[in-house]
């Protein structure tokens, strides 16, 4: 990396697993063991996994040494040697402060005593990521697909009396019977009032005719995650309330995918939903940022918010997803991720956002 000679760093090491993906095409989780990427300024760089992934490992990589370890012995002695062997005694190190926990960084510490761990590489790996490559964009559209799958699939499952907890099991079983084997997050299907939590959890609340069901899922396809919410309306007629806070989310979420463009900046794209909701009265119950960025992983850099005056770029990916929250009463959000271009914002979801969706889709 070139810029490790200007700043003097020795060593970047990098313990993030989306990150070592991004950087090697390696994708591992490594969940207890370590798995490590190290780079330096005149050497070959470092590909450290647990001995029962080298194979696999070494397959997948090139131009990279990659080494292993197994259970019985301990990583850090063998990352000592593998750096020694270098000829990196006294080092500064870039890491990434955002992902290395407190104990990972104690037993570099330990057997780096003279290494000098201040410069973080956290920043320039969220940039990094900002603008995507043609191919991971295919890949997002890939997910964004299976996304719109599994509302379909929700969709169908839904009747009086069933459970939030039971949609979610009928969802990722179909899922996993199609090749799907992992959603980018918990699903989370909540029904009637429960929808007023923006984030709640489904449980065994049953469904009831004339009440909104929100849909907030993804999935991982090769690496890459997609994110979708709707809102769709169970029953025959909704409430004048119900209506209103819809088609006002609605609004938001419209305009906001309509008026993105490249060098807006990121508060200014959350003004344009929020102002439609604040100015009908609601702006309280938008309680949130309008949108987050994502790619290997659901929630990645920037936050589209308030406050953030970052330009928006080509290829930036991020989420559109106005919310009204009105505690123990409705909650209703529209969210679809996508991308920007010179020629706007191309949503990777597809699933209908009108009041009338589910019932046309069941007709369908």
Request: glycine fraction near 6%; charge should be negative; hydrophobic fraction near 40%.
């Amino acid at each position: 990396m070139s810029d490790m000679k200007k700043n003097n760093i020795d060593v970047a090491f990098f313990s993030d697993p989306s990150t070592i993906h991004l950087m090697t095409g390696y994708l591992s989780e490594p969940h207890e063991r370590i798995l490590a990427f190290m780079i330096f300024k005149d050497a070959t760089p470092i590909l450290f996994t647990p001995a029962l992934e080298i194979e696999d490992a070494k397959a997948t990589v090139s131009n990279i040494q990659v080494e292993s370890y197994l259970d019985t012995q301990n990583p850090w002695e063998i990352i000592q040697t593998l750096i020694i062997s270098k000829g990196i005694l006294h080092s500064n190190w870039a890491i990434e402060k955002q992902h290395l926990t407190v104990q990972k960084l104690e037993a570099l510490q330990e057997f780096f005593p003279r290494g000098c761990f201040t410069f973080d590489y956290s920043p320039f790996m969220a940039n990094l990521r900002i603008s995507k490559s043609a191919d991971e964009i295919e890949k997002m559209k890939k997910a964004g697909y299976w996304a719109d799958e599994a509302i379909k699939i929700g969709a169908l499952a839904l009747h009086a009396g069933v459970s939030e907890l039971e949609i979610v099991a009928e969802i990722e079983y179909q899922l996993k019977k199609r090749g799907i084997s992992q959603m980018s997050f918990d699903t989370m299907v909540l029904f009637g009032d429960n929808a007023a939590n923006p984030h709640g959890t489904p449980g065994e609340r049953k469904l009831k005719t004339n009440e909104f069901v929100l849909f907030d899922l993804g999935v991982v396809y090769e690496g890459y995650t997609s994110d979708v919410t709707r809102t769709l309306f169970f029953g025959d007629a909704p409430s004048e309330q119900q209506e209103k806070v819809y088609n006002l989310v609605l609004d938001a979420h419209d305009a906001a995918m309509a008026k993105a463009t490249l060098d807006m900046s990121a508060s200014n794209l959350d003004g344009i939903a929020r102002n439609i909701i604040a100015d009908q009265g609601y702006g309280t119950y938008f309680n949130h940022r309008l949108g987050h960025g994502l790619g290997q992983s659901v929630h990645e850099f920037p936050s589209i918010m308030e406050g953030n005056e970052m330009p928006l770029v080509k290829n930036m990916c991020f989420s559109i997803e106005p919310g009204i929250y009105i505690p123990n009463e409705v909650g209703v959000r529209i969210e679809d991720c996508g991308y920007l271009d010179e020629h706007g914002f191309h949503s990777f979801t597809f699933f209908p956002t009108h009041l009338t969706a589910y019932t046309d889709f069941m007709k369908s």
